[in-house]
């Protein structure tokens, strides 16, 4: 027996609540928060006896191994591949390519031997057949489903039994018994759940499609992000062109790799050399502006971090953040205000990462007190110097991991100098390292000289 309960539930984040409320306890967004009628079925006054128990040891975990997408990026970011029976959200944007990025997937698995379905709920299917033949050859192991029931695709997933499933996207499914339009709370979240227990069941890797605004107030990615295994991130860069694709939940590898691809007229193609790309832009003789080299999973990377620090008077300052840890920007300024003799605090600070790129790793640190530095004394940093190294609270400088592969990658790129930690290890011939044991050393040691009291 069933009955519906009505509950209230935050578009941005999907939290629950018992009443309505102007302002998400939760994400602490305004205006999200709306009334669902949820259907609740009665639980058994006694549960029914397991029988389908086996022993862990009977299991064959050479089932659980990943099975390559065959675009290297995406591989990439899974840590190999798709995990059988495994389900993966893949939210971004509309138009920043997410379609086209699930298509090449499919086509790719196709071509090597995979059986692939594709539900196109938002275009026809000789849409899908026209996109596909621009990406390539059409295999012939690629099906496409035009139609939005969810329990028409469970069935087509039990008779072919594919590797792999393309839902694009998950707002536009219908699951019969529930009462809720498409792209509802209930309908979203009631049709997820129905296609991953099918998926599951067939062996089969699910790819979800969902859409976000830049705000996350589009009913349905958020609120699955706990009901599937892997959960990636696809968003914009700078040039435009780029793309970034992130793992932000993964139950079977690591949330620290990057794919970065191009958009162009023959899709997405991944990025040769993403740091060359990253610095194309770059204009050296700029005050507050420093190259550091940073991990995205072990893949070393460089990246323009660009400061500006301006002077207000008659009110506390201000930090704007785009691409760096906001905690660190506010520990380093303190730290080089009670070491360094800078005082921050009646000023703006601006902090950017050039590129859409992000750094969350205190390999940052050095790179953004000498940005700081450089940008309050308005001199500009020697255009072949890279930073490196973590900054503690007494001023101290602390190595990084894989130091040894970030000085190989920035000595490619031209780059022939290096401030870093003193313990850091030495570099390529050639590359000449600037080693200091605190943070008022490290920006004495850089010509010009930056002002450094402590």
């Known amino acids: 027996m069933a009955k519906s309960r009505q509950v209230f539930v935050c578009r941005a984040c999907g939290a629950e609540f018992p009443s309505w409320t102007g302002r998400c306890q939760s994400c602490r967004e305004w205006a999200t928060v709306s009334e669902v009628a949820e259907t609740v079925r009665a639980v058994p006054a006694r549960?029914?006896?397991?029988?389908?128990?086996?022993?862990?040891?009977?299991?064959?975990?050479?089932?659980?191994?990943?099975?390559?997408?065959?675009?290297?990026?995406?591989?990439?970011?899974?840590?190999?591949?798709?995990?059988?029976?495994?389900?993966?959200?893949?939210?971004?944007?509309?138009?920043?390519?997410?379609?086209?990025?699930?298509?090449?997937?499919?086509?790719?698995?196709?071509?090597?031997?995979?059986?692939?379905?594709?539900?196109?709920?938002?275009?026809?299917?000789?849409?899908?057949?026209?996109?596909?033949a621009r990406l390539g050859v059409v295999p012939p192991t690629l099906f496409v489903i035009d139609d939005v029931s969810t329990e028409a695709v469970a069935a087509a997933v039990t008779e072919l039994r594919p590797q792999l499933l393309v839902v694009d996207s998950i707002q536009t499914m219908r699951l019969t018994t529930v009462d809720s339009p498409p792209g509802s709370v209930n309908q979203v979240k009631a049709s997820a759940a129905y296609l991953v227990a099918a998926a599951k069941a067939a062996s089969a890797s699910l790819l979800l499609v969902g859409h976000v605004t830049k705000e996350g107030s589009v009913a349905g990615p958020r609120l699955?992000?706990?009901?599937?295994?892997?959960?990636?991130?696809?968003?914009?860069?700078?040039?435009?062109?780029?793309?970034?694709?992130?793992?932000?939940?993964?139950?079977?590898?690591?949330?620290?790799?990057?794919?970065?691809?191009?958009?162009?007229?023959?899709?997405?193609?991944?990025?040769?050399?993403?740091?060359q790309r990253c610095l194309e832009d770059r204009r050296p003789a700029m005050p507050g502006s420093v190259v550091i080299p940073f991990l995205a999973g072990r893949r070393p990377l460089l990246a323009e971090l660009q400061t500006l620090v301006q002077p207000v008077h008659g009110r506390a300052g201000v930090a704007s953040v785009q691409g760096f840890d906001r905690s660190r920007?506010?520990?380093?300024?303190?730290?080089?205000?009670t070491h360094c003799g800078y005082g921050f605090s009646s000023a703006d600070l601006y902090v950017s990462v050039a590129g859409g790129a992000r750094v969350t790793e205190p390999a940052g640190d050095l790179g953004l007190a000498v940005a700081l530095a450089s940008a309050a004394d308005r001199l500009a940093v020697p255009a072949d110097l890279v930073v490196c190294g973590e900054v503690g609270l007494g001023g101290e400088l602390r190595s990084v991991p894989?130091?040894?592969?970030?000085?190989?990658?920035?000595?490619?790129?031209?780059?022939?100098?290096?401030?870093?930690?003193q313990s850091a290890p030495s570099g390529p011939t050639g590359l000449r390292l600037l080693k200091a044991g605190s943070l008022a050393e490290a920006l004495s040691l850089i010509p010009p000289h930056l002002r450094a009291t402590g």
């Open 47 to 132: 549960a029914e006896a397991i029988s389908a128990a086996q022993p862990l040891a009977s299991v064959d975990p050479d089932l659980a191994m990943p099975t390559p997408v065959g675009i290297d990026e995406v591989d990439r970011v899974l840590g190999g591949g798709l995990t059988p029976g495994s389900s993966t959200l893949l939210a971004g944007e509309p138009g920043i390519g997410k379609s086209t990025l699930t298509l090449q997937m499919a086509s790719s698995m196709a071509s090597a031997g995979a059986t692939v379905v594709v539900v196109t709920g938002e275009e026809a299917p000789a849409q899908v057949a026209a996109r596909a």
């Open 224 to 275: 699955l992000e706990h009901m599937v295994d892997t959960v990636l991130a696809f968003d914009r860069g700078d040039p435009s062109e780029l793309r970034f694709l992130r793992a932000v939940k993964h139950r079977y590898g690591p949330t620290s790799e990057l794919g970065i691809f191009d958009m162009t007229a023959d899709g997405l193609m991944a990025v040769a050399d993403p740091s």
């Open 329 to 337: 920007v506010f520990m380093v300024a303190a730290v080089m205000a």
């Open 402 to 421: 894989l130091l040894a592969d970030r000085f190989q990658e920035a000595f490619r790129l031209g780059f022939r100098r290096a401030l870093v930690p």
